[in-house]
T-cell receptor
Framework: DAGVIQSPRHEVTEMGQEVTLRCKPI?????LFWYRQTMMRGLELLIY????????DSGMPEDRFSAKMPNASFSTLKIQPSEPRDSAVYFC??????????FGQGTRLTVV | KQEVTQIPAALSVPEGENLVLNCSFT??????LQWFRQDPGKGLTSLLL?????REQTSGRLNASLDKSSGRSTLYIAASQPGDSATYLC????????????FGAGTRLFVKA
């Protein structure tokens, strides 16, 4: 398996634009997580899904953030409208239940 | 609310030294604890996973221990090498409330040749 695949790797966008981050979990994994990492706040869990169903989205900072998992092999994290303070590295991770979690390489988002 | 703390925040050691990284958590109701390594600009690489019923796990030069009752885990690195230089993060999977994972801020390790 190629591991958790995220796209794009880098995204630069203007304030106010919509941003969509994509994640393909490891095949067979049924838990998927979205994290945001910044120097100031470290790694923060935004939302996680189990069997494609959002279980806990209490980490989603604002209504501008939304996440979907239409099937077991694909998830998106959308920011609309984006703001400069959303600049961070966004990671997607997957696991089989509560077993070891595997992370993607991340998407570095810069909002100017 | 579960809080995860890692000490020290940064560590610089000469090559060959054995070292210990510490992780503490406030709520002992955890499902498991996982240690990760992160290289600059990269994602997280899983090193070791300890289930709540286990006391330790070993992989090569790495040994991780877990003491749930005291809310502590340690990552022991034997015979450190410059290639071990990275940030090491511990993450606690909660045992209640949906199995969320909470990360510590990490220990930045630098091993000098």
């Amino acid at each position: 398996d190629a591991g958790v695949i995220q796209s794009p790797r880098h995204e630069v966008t203007e304030m106010g634009q919509e941003v969509t981050l994509r994640c393909k979990p490891i095949s067979g994994h049924n838990s998927l997580f979205w994290y945001r990492q910044t120097m100031m706040r470290g790694l923060e869990l935004l939302i996680y899904f189990n069997n494609n169903v959002p279980i806990d989205d209490s980490g989603m900072p604002e209504d501008r953030f939304s996440a979907k998992m239409p099937n077991a092999s694909f998830s998106t994290l959308k920011i609309q409208p984006s703001e400069p303070r959303d600049s961070a590295v966004y990671f997607c991770a997957s696991s089989l239940g509560t077993a070891e979690a595997f992370f993607g390489q991340g998407t570095r988002l810069t909002v100017v | 609310k579960q809080e995860v703390t890692q000490i020290p925040a940064a560590l610089s050691v000469p090559e060959g030294e054995n070292l210990v990284l510490n992780c503490s958590f406030t709520d002992s109701a955890i499902y498991n604890l996982q240690w990760f390594r992160q290289d600059p600009g990269k994602g997280l690489t899983s090193l070791l996973l300890i289930q709540s019923s286990q006391r330790e796990q070993t992989s090569g030069r790495l040994n991780a221990s877990l003491d749930k009752s005291s809310g502590r885990s340690t990552l022991y690195i034997a015979a450190s090498q410059p290639g071990d230089s990275a940030t090491y993060l511990c993450a606690v999977r909660l045992g209640t409330g949906g199995f969320k994972t909470i990360f510590g801020a990490g220990t930045r390790l630098f091993v000098k040749a």
